[in-house]
Protein backbone atom coordinates (compact mmCIF):
# COMPACT_ATOMS: atom_id res chain seq x y z
CA UNK A 1 0.00 0.00 0.00
CA UNK A 2 2.59 2.48 0.85
CA UNK A 3 4.32 1.46 -2.33
CA UNK A 4 1.67 2.30 -4.44
CA UNK A 5 1.15 5.69 -2.61
CA UNK A 6 4.60 6.44 -3.34
CA UNK A 7 3.97 5.31 -6.76
CA UNK A 8 0.70 7.87 -7.36
CA UNK A 9 3.11 10.80 -5.59
CA UNK A 10 6.09 10.08 -8.17
CA UNK A 11 3.61 10.29 -11.06
CA UNK A 12 1.99 13.34 -9.72
CA UNK A 13 5.53 15.18 -9.32
CA UNK A 14 6.35 13.89 -12.50
CA UNK A 15 2.80 15.39 -13.83
CA UNK A 16 4.12 18.68 -12.50
CA UNK A 17 7.74 18.38 -14.29
CA UNK A 18 5.86 17.19 -17.69
CA UNK A 19 6.70 20.06 -20.28
CA UNK A 20 4.26 22.96 -20.27
CA UNK A 21 5.36 26.48 -21.32
CA UNK A 22 4.70 27.02 -17.91
CA UNK A 23 6.73 24.55 -16.24
CA UNK A 24 9.15 24.72 -18.94
CA UNK A 25 10.46 28.32 -19.19
CA UNK A 26 11.10 29.87 -15.53
CA UNK A 27 9.73 33.12 -13.84
CA UNK A 28 8.89 36.19 -16.69
CA UNK A 29 9.69 34.37 -18.98
CA UNK A 30 7.39 31.36 -18.10
CA UNK A 31 4.57 34.47 -17.67
CA UNK A 32 5.65 35.47 -21.58
CA UNK A 33 5.40 32.26 -23.55
CA UNK A 34 2.12 31.32 -21.52
CA UNK A 35 0.49 34.97 -22.62
CA UNK A 36 2.55 34.19 -25.92
CA UNK A 37 0.16 30.89 -26.22
CA UNK A 38 -3.10 32.56 -24.81
CA UNK A 39 -2.37 35.54 -27.61
CA UNK A 40 -2.42 33.06 -30.40
CA UNK A 41 -5.74 31.42 -29.62
CA UNK A 42 -7.66 34.60 -28.95
CA UNK A 43 -6.31 36.92 -31.76
CA UNK A 44 -7.02 34.07 -34.02
CA UNK A 45 -3.14 33.54 -35.68
CA UNK A 46 -4.03 29.61 -35.12
CA UNK A 47 -7.51 30.02 -37.41
CA UNK A 48 -5.27 30.52 -40.40
CA UNK A 49 -2.04 29.85 -39.35
CA UNK A 50 -2.17 26.29 -37.95
CA UNK A 51 -3.65 23.34 -40.95
CA UNK A 52 -7.04 22.27 -39.84
CA UNK A 53 -7.85 24.40 -36.30
CA UNK A 54 -11.21 26.09 -37.76
CA UNK A 55 -12.20 23.07 -39.13
CA UNK A 56 -11.23 21.08 -35.82
CA UNK A 57 -13.16 23.69 -33.37
CA UNK A 58 -9.63 24.23 -32.31
CA UNK A 59 -8.46 21.02 -31.80
CA UNK A 60 -5.33 20.22 -33.11
CA UNK A 61 -2.19 18.80 -31.23
CA UNK A 62 -0.13 21.94 -30.11
CA UNK A 63 3.23 20.79 -31.79
CA UNK A 64 1.39 21.81 -35.04
CA UNK A 65 0.42 25.15 -34.17
CA UNK A 66 1.49 28.40 -36.39
CA UNK A 67 3.31 25.97 -39.04
CA UNK A 68 1.73 27.81 -41.60
CA UNK A 69 -1.31 26.39 -44.17
CA UNK A 70 -1.04 25.09 -48.11
CA UNK A 71 -4.59 26.05 -49.05
CA UNK A 72 -4.59 29.56 -50.36
CA UNK A 73 -6.59 32.58 -49.61
CA UNK A 74 -7.44 34.00 -53.28
CA UNK A 75 -9.24 37.61 -54.02
CA UNK A 76 -8.10 40.63 -56.30
CA UNK A 77 -4.51 40.98 -54.42
CA UNK A 78 -4.02 37.33 -55.81
CA UNK A 79 -3.61 34.45 -53.96
CA UNK A 80 -2.12 34.29 -51.05
CA UNK A 81 -0.91 31.92 -47.98
CA UNK A 82 -0.51 31.71 -44.29
CA UNK A 83 3.18 31.65 -43.57
CA UNK A 84 4.43 28.95 -41.03
CA UNK A 85 5.25 30.99 -38.23
CA UNK A 86 7.53 28.42 -36.45
CA UNK A 87 10.13 29.03 -39.46
CA UNK A 88 9.68 32.24 -40.28
CA UNK A 89 10.03 33.72 -36.45
CA UNK A 90 12.89 31.30 -36.16
CA UNK A 91 15.37 33.13 -38.47
CA UNK A 92 13.96 36.77 -36.93
CA UNK A 93 15.31 38.64 -33.84
CA UNK A 94 12.96 40.18 -31.60
CA UNK A 95 13.74 44.05 -32.75
CA UNK A 96 13.41 42.75 -36.47
CA UNK A 97 9.52 41.12 -35.60
CA UNK A 98 8.17 44.36 -34.02
CA UNK A 99 9.07 46.43 -36.68
CA UNK A 100 7.67 43.97 -39.41
CA UNK A 101 4.70 42.90 -37.28
CA UNK A 102 3.76 46.61 -37.44
CA UNK A 103 3.75 46.90 -41.72
CA UNK A 104 1.59 46.14 -44.39
CA UNK A 105 0.49 42.47 -45.39
CA UNK A 106 -1.62 40.89 -48.28
CA UNK A 107 -5.19 39.96 -47.27
CA UNK A 108 -6.68 38.26 -45.66
CA UNK A 109 -4.11 38.56 -43.24
CA UNK A 110 -5.23 41.21 -40.19
CA UNK A 111 -2.20 43.04 -40.37
CA UNK A 112 -3.35 46.28 -38.75
CA UNK A 113 -4.94 44.11 -35.69
CA UNK A 114 -1.21 43.24 -35.46
CA UNK A 115 0.03 46.81 -35.85
CA UNK A 116 -2.26 47.54 -32.70
CA UNK A 117 -0.82 45.48 -30.69
CA UNK A 118 1.63 46.95 -27.64
CA UNK A 119 5.39 45.75 -28.51
CA UNK A 120 4.72 43.33 -24.86
CA UNK A 121 2.67 41.18 -26.73
CA UNK A 122 4.56 41.16 -30.16
CA UNK A 123 7.48 39.91 -27.53
CA UNK A 124 5.26 37.31 -25.76
CA UNK A 125 4.04 35.85 -29.42
CA UNK A 126 7.51 35.75 -30.57
CA UNK A 127 8.81 33.75 -27.60
CA UNK A 128 5.88 31.23 -27.78
CA UNK A 129 6.78 30.79 -31.00
CA UNK A 130 10.41 30.55 -29.97
CA UNK A 131 9.43 28.62 -27.45
CA UNK A 132 7.65 25.71 -29.48
CA UNK A 133 10.68 26.04 -31.84
CA UNK A 134 10.83 25.73 -35.71
CA UNK A 135 8.73 22.88 -37.07
CA UNK A 136 6.85 21.77 -40.72
CA UNK A 137 7.85 23.17 -43.80
CA UNK A 138 7.11 26.54 -45.41
CA UNK A 139 3.85 27.40 -46.81
CA UNK A 140 3.73 28.35 -50.62
CA UNK A 141 4.77 31.39 -52.16
CA UNK A 142 1.85 34.07 -52.94
CA UNK A 143 0.90 34.16 -56.45
CA UNK A 144 0.22 37.36 -58.31
CA UNK A 145 -3.33 38.19 -59.35
CA UNK A 146 -4.62 36.07 -62.82
CA UNK A 147 -1.34 33.78 -62.54
CA UNK A 148 -1.87 29.94 -62.21
CA UNK A 149 -2.24 28.37 -58.67
CA UNK A 150 -1.29 24.74 -58.25
CA UNK A 151 -2.36 24.46 -54.22
CA UNK A 152 -5.90 23.93 -53.08
CA UNK A 153 -7.41 27.86 -52.00
CA UNK A 154 -10.50 29.34 -50.64
CA UNK A 155 -12.16 32.24 -52.87
CA UNK A 156 -12.25 34.69 -50.61
CA UNK A 157 -14.77 36.97 -52.67
CA UNK A 158 -18.17 38.57 -51.67
CA UNK A 159 -20.49 37.24 -53.83
CA UNK A 160 -24.20 38.72 -54.32
CA UNK A 161 -23.50 42.07 -53.44
CA UNK A 162 -26.31 45.17 -54.25
CA UNK A 163 -25.08 47.01 -57.58
CA UNK A 164 -24.68 50.14 -55.83
CA UNK A 165 -21.76 48.01 -53.84
CA UNK A 166 -20.71 46.27 -56.64
CA UNK A 167 -19.41 49.68 -58.67
CA UNK A 168 -17.07 50.20 -55.12
CA UNK A 169 -15.46 47.04 -55.61
C1 LIG B 1 -7.75 35.39 -41.69
C2 LIG B 1 -6.53 34.61 -41.70
C3 LIG B 1 -5.34 35.08 -40.87
C4 LIG B 1 -5.30 35.39 -39.53
C5 LIG B 1 -6.46 35.41 -38.54
C6 LIG B 1 -3.91 35.68 -39.21
N1 LIG B 1 -3.15 35.58 -40.34
FE1 LIG B 1 -1.17 36.03 -40.51
N2 LIG B 1 -1.26 35.71 -42.50
C7 LIG B 1 -2.36 35.27 -43.21
C8 LIG B 1 -2.03 35.22 -44.62
C9 LIG B 1 -2.96 34.79 -45.74
C10 LIG B 1 -0.68 35.64 -44.73
C11 LIG B 1 0.14 35.84 -46.00
C12 LIG B 1 0.10 37.33 -46.33
C13 LIG B 1 1.01 37.74 -47.46
O1 LIG B 1 1.28 36.93 -48.34
O2 LIG B 1 1.44 38.91 -47.47
C14 LIG B 1 -0.23 35.95 -43.38
C15 LIG B 1 1.04 36.41 -43.10
C16 LIG B 1 1.52 36.62 -41.83
C17 LIG B 1 2.86 37.00 -41.52
C18 LIG B 1 4.02 37.10 -42.51
C19 LIG B 1 4.19 38.35 -43.24
C20 LIG B 1 5.42 38.28 -44.11
O3 LIG B 1 6.39 38.94 -43.78
O4 LIG B 1 5.41 37.56 -45.11
C21 LIG B 1 2.95 37.10 -40.17
C22 LIG B 1 4.17 37.47 -39.36
C23 LIG B 1 1.64 36.78 -39.64
N3 LIG B 1 0.79 36.51 -40.66
C24 LIG B 1 1.35 36.74 -38.29
C25 LIG B 1 0.06 36.55 -37.77
C26 LIG B 1 -0.26 36.63 -36.37
C27 LIG B 1 0.75 36.86 -35.26
C28 LIG B 1 -1.61 36.43 -36.26
C29 LIG B 1 -2.45 36.50 -35.02
C30 LIG B 1 -2.43 37.76 -34.31
C31 LIG B 1 -2.13 36.23 -37.62
N4 LIG B 1 -1.08 36.28 -38.49
C32 LIG B 1 -3.45 36.01 -37.94
C33 LIG B 1 -3.58 34.96 -42.69
C34 LIG B 1 -3.98 35.20 -41.38
Not at 86 to 107: C, F, G
Not at 114 to 132: I, Q
Amino acid sequence: MQAFALALATLSFLSILSPSPASAASGKDALLVERGKYLAQVAGCNDCHTPGYMQNEGKVPENLWLTGADVGFQGPWGTSYPVNLRLYLNKMSEAQWIARARQPMRPPMPWYNLREMSDKDLLALYRYVRFLGPAGDPAPVAVAPGQPVATPYVEFVPKNLPLDKQASR
